[in-house]
C-alpha cells in the first residue's frame, strides 16, 4: 500500500511444487523487496504459520526497517471459527437466526420493529 492508500500486487506465483520452508519463503519475499527497493517497504503482513514466522524474523535480521507482523484478520477469523465451535455460541446463534427468520417472514413484526 502506498502513501495515498493504493494497493498493489506485485506478482503471483505457484509454488506448489515447492517445500514452502521458513528459508524458501524469506527468499522469495526478499527477491521482492531488493526488485523494487527495501526503503520503499514498511511492513510486511503473513499468517501464523511457523515457516511464515521464520521467514518474518530472516527477513527482520536482514531488514530491520521494515515491521514485520502477523494478519489480525486471520487471527479474528481463526479466533472466530473456534468461538463458534462452543455450544454457548452455537446456541447463541441459532436463537438470533429464529429472530430474524420471524422479522423477516412477519408484517406486523417487521412493522414494529
Known amino acids: ?3 495515498d492508500r493504493r494497493e498493489y500486487l506485485w506478482k503471483i506465483e505457484d509454488f506448489s511444487s515447492f517445500s514452502i520452508t521458513g528459508d524458501f519463503l524469506a ?3 526478499e527477491k521482492v523487496i531488493e526488485k523494487i527497493g527495501p526503503k ?3 511492513g510486511l503482513v503473513t499468517d501464523g504459520a511457523a515457516n511464515c514466522v521464520a521467514a518474518r524474523r530472516k527477513i527482520n535480521e536482514k531488514y530491520p526497517n521494515i ?3 502477523w494478519c489480525v484478520a486471520h487471527h479474528l477469523n481463526l479466533l472466530s471459527k473456534d468461538l463458534c ?3 454457548f455460541a452455537d446456541n447463541t446463534i441459532k436463537k438470533c437466526q ?3 427468520n420471524f422479522f423477516k417472514k412477519s408484517h406486523l413484526g417487521m ?3
Open 27 to 29: 527468499a522469495e519475499i
Open 67 to 69: 515491521f514485520t507482523m
Open 85 to 87: 465451535k462452543h455450544e
Open 1 to 3: 500500500m502506498t502513501s
Open 40 to 42: 520503499k517497504f514498511v
Open 111 to 113: 412493522a414494529a420493529l
Open 98 to 100: 429464529i429472530l430474524v
